[in-house]
């Protein structure tokens, strides 16, 4: 059985709402406003490119800053801030710890990541924690130049690690990204909580029923 992980949401804090907020408070007055600001910023086709890794952090900054009327430097101190943002959710840590040492007594079950993240990002995270431990492998869409929900990045960790889709489960907390995954024949969970994605996976796999006994 192969686990896939997304990370921002699911393994790493990813709350847009709380950076907006506190770098642009007048922009982002209300929740409603925000939330706004949030799509302005991370739903559109320059943060995906920034996701690809056809952005460098100083075009996004000016793109975001020309087309949203934002001050540039507090545009770069929010591109900054997003690395301190993206800390370990511990309910997650704690079971994908839990799956690790299953991992070693099933010598079947393999973890792997698939995440929409631009590369800056990617290579803070692999140096503040050992993914290594955590993962077999996995792919970030800055290094693929694919981004989730396309079907390329998909087949291009299916591909690179031989994965067989039927015993492939992808975990996310966005929808059309699990639907994604299984257009492409592999099994899915969305993500709401570590205790959910324990729940889900039990019942779906069997894995860590022995543990909650």
Known sequence: MNL???????????????????????????????QELVRAIFHHPDWQRFDRGALAPQEIAQRLSARLDLPLPAVLALLDAIGEHLTPLAPTVALLERLCQRRREQADLRLYYLSNMPVPYARLLERRHDLRHWFDGGVFSGDAHLAKPEPG???????????????????????????????????????????????????????LAAHRQ
């Not at 393994?11 to 929740?31: G, K």
């Open 4 to 34: 896939v992980f997304d990370f921002g949401a699911v393994l790493f804090r990813w709350q847009p709402e709380l950076l907006v907020q506190a770098h642009f408070a007048a922009r982002a007055a209300s929740a409603q406003a925000a």
């Open 153 to 207: 990045i998909y087949q291009w960790l299916q591909q690179h690690y031989q994965l067989e889709p039927a015993h492939t489960v992808f975990i996310d907390d966005v929808q059309g990204n699990v639907d994604a995954a299984l257009a492409q024949g592999w099994q899915g969970l969305r993500f709401q909580s570590a205790a959910q994605l324990e729940a889900d996976l039990t019942g779906l796999t069997g894995l």
